[in-house]
């Protein structure tokens, strides 16, 4: 059983930071990419940022230069570093990775639970 773990949401003013991570578990094999959505309310859930593959990263142009996205490979864990948030950040994040279960002969897509970002002075 392969599942991810998110942490690192909360509450923060505009301009303030937070630093997400995921981190996947179970009987994997391998793990190729993997990155993070958000769903705001009363809209589709989006791509933020997803690194496919080592010293490889797209980001969403509404996060550029703002969000860094980075990966511990050693500990199957991926980060979303947030600066400069602003109150339109506002939704939940989602954690996504393609992975390879160990035993299986192919990739799936795996998603976190969730976790709540809120920008509110």
């Known amino acids: 059983q392969v599942q991810l773990v998110e942490s690192g949401g909360g509450l923060v003013q505009p301009g303030g930071s937070l630093r997400l991570s995921c981190a996947a578990s179970g009987s994997i094999f391998s793990i190729n990419a993997m990155g993070w959505y958000r769903q705001a309310p009363g809209k589709q859930r989006e791509l933020v940022a997803v690194e496919p593959s080592a010293d490889s990263t797209h980001y969403a142009d509404s996060v550029k230069g703002r969000f860094t996205i980075s990966r511990d490979n050693a500990k199957n864990t991926v980060y979303m570093q947030m600066n400069s948030l602003k109150p339109k950040d506002t939704a939940v994040y989602y954690c996504?990775?393609?992975?390879?279960?160990?035993?299986?002969?192919?990739?799936?897509?795996?998603w976190g639970q969730g976790t709540q970002v809120t920008v509110s002075s």
């Open positions: 996504n990775a393609d992975i390879q279960p160990r035993n299986w002969p192919r990739v799936y897509t795996y």
